[in-house]
């Protein structure tokens, strides 16, 4: 894991965002820069950040192990999340999904709760479910990357993942 | 000012009262500063500053407002639980976790309107004597995490926000903070562990109310992001006549956001408490779908108590009482509670007579038990029990027992817990078990064994499997 010095920078100015004895508070946002930078987070990245926090790594592992956001594993170049949740299982998400996972060629049968990204065999797309997006009134919704789609029904998916290269 | 013209399709309805919407889906509006100002924005910041603190929270306290985040607890008086002899820094926190299914109202704020926040968190950190605060958004807001870096930079070269707020003397900042996918960083002390970088398990209170002991042990507020943007109006109007918009002691407006089985889902912004049931489904969103029958509505997000459109619910008229249908009760917070829900967090969905009441609670038993941060032992355990039962009913396994022993774990989850989540993941369980018996029977007949009934089953089969 090579650190570039602007991300050293980033990391400094958000480490800056909170009061100097409370770095610890700086976790989550340098994860989500090695997260954004290197696709995951390895135990590489862990000890980096437990380093520039003065922390201990499991301080730092302990979140990456919690919170959904954070992945351990790389996944496809296209990170897909489509909604499972409520109001979008009644528009179709499961529908949606399985047209995803058709069409991008994902198998999601080894998916379980601790491993839950399926990554496409030409590595292009992975994809999981998530737990509400927020946007219920325009389901079936889903984030690819950072964009969000909305009112994504099977029909839709074709055009969605062309935009995608 | 000119009323805003909207976007053609995505016009409010006739009955809608704009605040805190005014700017969602206008015409030729855009999240600048530019934008803002030239809509009259920060004026409300201009005439705060020169207020004293104490006076703003008095507004705020005469406005009756009560937070839009899902307790309903009046913004007014948790500002006003800061001991008075305090020495160490105090902090805002704008809650913008937004993560309670069906609820999709500050999506909007943030990625159209961000500077309302922004003048809406200057006012209310002025008021509170905060010099620091944070925006906790959830991390699957990608695009409105840098929506408000922008707008907050854009305040600052304004001189809105930095050192010297508009020459008053009074320095504010404000920063950004993403969460990482979980919702229990919605539960206040659960969001202040996380912001303080480490697992989101939420305190007990007491001791640890966040007026007195919240960040960094120091006192905090926090607020849902609707909350915040009512200040600005408040300080606009005043709080006395801000209390005249709405019912007593359900004032102000608020969002509504209808999801599920009707034909025109979305956000309607009303007077809380001036709109029913009925008139949000069938005039607001055109009727349930397809001609179908209502058949049940959460109506405060998801962890809210259902309620069963044949129901009869008895509450308060005048002196006395009256007996209510569904569609007859007001949309409102006191009303709700008195129906046996709440109002929450605004998020209403809506059933039709085609769903299957089995489905639609394991879906809901699946979300709690994927969040539940695994602290409280009922919590934890019990969360994954209610999926689990209801995952064997749906694949075909369930037993008569079932349907009882569904109703017993959730009755104890609810009260054993350190935070609410225990009530919230329960609630359905035990609403949905005790309203809708018969569909719970159902699927423990042992003839449906082998034939999951829908994708949900499928996945439902697929865990069970791999459990």
Request: negative net charge; hydrophobic residues 35%.
């Amino acid at each position: 894991m090579e650190v570039s010095a602007e991300l050293e920078a980033k990391a400094d100015e958000y480490i800056g965002h909170y009061p100097d004895d409370q770095r610890r508070s700086a976790s989550l946002p340098l994860l989500h820069l090695l997260q954004q930078e290197f696709g995951h987070i390895g135990e590489d990245g862990v000890r980096w950040v437990a380093d520039k926090l003065g922390l201990e790594p499991i301080n730092v592992l302990e979140l990456v192990t919690f919170y959904p956001g954070l992945r351990q594993k790389a996944p496809g170049k296209y990170h897909i999340r489509v909604c499972r949740t409520l109001s979008c299982a009644m528009a179709g998400c499961h529908e949606t999904m399985d047209k995803i996972c058709q069409v991008a060629g994902i198998d999601r049968s080894g998916v379980t709760h601790h491993d839950p990204i399926a990554i496409s065999e030409d590595g292009k797309f992975s994809i999981e479910f998530a737990e509400c997006l927020a946007s219920c009134g325009t389901g079936p919704v889903c984030l690819v990357g950072d964009d969000f789609h909305e009112g994504v029904t099977p029909e839709a998916v074709g055009e969605l993942l062309e935009k995608y290269d | 000012m000119a009323a805003p013209k909207y976007i053609k399709g995505k016009e409010p309805h006739k009955r809608e009262r704009r605040l805190i919407f005014r700017n969602v889906d206008r015409e030729g509006w855009d999240p600048s500063i530019a934008t803002y100002i030239a809509d009259g924005g920060y004026k409300q910041l201009e005439k705060a500053i020169k207020m004293e603190p104490g006076a703003i929270t008095e507004e705020v306290k005469a406005s009756g407002l009560r937070g839009r985040g899902g307790a309903g607890f009046p913004t007014g008086v948790k500002w006003g639980f800061i001991p008075p002899n305090n020495t160490k820094p105090v902090y805002l926190i704008c809650n913008c976790d937004e993560s309670e299914p069906g609820t999709f109202k500050d999506r909007y704020i943030v990625h159209q309107d961000p500077h309302q926040l922004i003048e809406g968190m200057v006012i209310s950190c002025y008021a509170v004597g905060a010099k620091v605060a944070y925006i906790y958004i959830r991390e699957e807001f990608p695009e409105g995490a840098k929506i408000l870096e922008e707008a907050i930079e854009e305040a600052r070269a304004k001189k809105f926000l930095g050192e010297d707020v508009l020459g008053s003397g009074f320095g504010c900042e404000i920063y950004v903070h993403r969460g990482a996918g979980a919702y229990i960083c919605g539960e206040e002390t659960g969001l202040i562990e996380s912001l303080e970088g480490k697992r989101p398990y939420p305190r007990i209170k007491p001791p640890y109310f966040p007026a007195a002991l919240g960040l960094y042990m120091c006192p905090t507020i926090v607020n849902n992001v609707e909350s915040l943007c009512h200040v600005k109006h408040i300080i606009e109007m005043g709080g006395e006549e801000y209390s005249k918009i709405g019912t007593p002691r359900n004032t102000g407006t608020r969002i509504l956001c209808v999801s599920g089985d009707v034909n025109r889902p979305g956000y309607y912004e009303v007077e809380v408490g001036k709109v029913t049931m009925g008139e949000l489904i069938d005039d607001f969103c055109g009727g349930v779908k397809k001609g179908r029958e209502l058949k049940a509505v959460i109506p405060g997000g998801s962890s809210a108590k259902v309620l069963r459109a044949d129901e009869e619910y008895t509450v308060k008229a005048g002196d006395g009482e009256k007996t209510i249908g569904i569609r007859d009760i007001p949309m409102d917070f006191d009303t709700m509670a008195a129906c046996g829900s709440m109002a929450g967090s605004g998020g209403v969905i809506v059933m039709d007579d085609s769903r299957d009441m089995a489905w639609v609670l394991n879906n809901i038993n699946a979300f709690y038990a994927h969040e539940s941060c695994g602290q409280c032992t009922p919590c934890r355990e019990g969360s994954l029990w209610m999926k689990k039962i209801t995952d064997r009913m749906l694949a075909g396994g369930g037993v008569p027992s079932d349907v009882k022993t569904l109703g017993s774990v959730a009755d104890n989850i609810a009260g054993r817990t350190i935070c609410a989540f225990g009530e919230a993941c329960a609630w359905p369980t035990q609403s949905f078990v005790a309203k809708f018996p018969e569909e719970f029977k159902k699927h423990t007949s042992r003839k449906n064994a082998g034939k999951p009934l829908s994708g949900e089953a499928k996945l439902a089969a697929e865990g069970l499997a791999g459990s």
